[in-house]
């Protein structure tokens, strides 16, 4: 497999998001950028303190969105997905 962010070539470990595949090193990255926003999110929450823009957030990470060749709002969908079936967990 080939992927989509970094163009290596590699046999195991895909992260499949949509049409693309990512290597380990860069699921890697999809999932910190995923996790750290549910993680801002629940913190806040249990801390009592304004939980940070959703916005914001995708704008400060701007750069390893467009890296990982993904559109905003699909990263914004992904997050508030994540965030919504933890909740309702609880």
């Given at each position: 497999?080939?992927?989509?962010?970094?163009?290596?070539?590699?046999?195991?470990?895909?992260?499949?998001?949509?049409?693309?595949?990512?290597?380990?090193?860069?699921?890697e990255?999809?999932?910190?950028?995923?996790?750290?926003?549910?993680?801002?999110?629940?913190?806040?929450?249990?801390?009592?303190?304004?939980?940070q823009?959703?916005?914001?957030?995708?704008?400060?990470?701007?750069?390893?969105?467009?890296?990982?060749?993904?559109?905003?709002?699909?990263?914004?969908?992904?997050?508030?997905?994540?965030?919504?079936s933890?909740?309702?967990?609880?």
């Amino acid at each position: 497999m080939k992927c989509t962010a970094c163009g290596k070539v590699f046999d195991r470990g895909a992260t499949i998001v949509g049409s693309n595949i990512y290597c380990p090193e860069c699921g890697e990255l999809f999932d910190e950028l995923i996790d750290g926003y549910e993680v801002l999110y629940h913190e806040a929450k249990l801390m009592g303190k304004p939980i940070q823009d959703i916005d914001e957030y995708l704008e400060k990470h701007k750069d390893l969105i467009n890296k990982l060749k993904l559109k905003p709002n699909k990263v914004k969908l992904l997050i508030l997905r994540r965030i919504s079936s933890s909740v309702r967990m609880k």
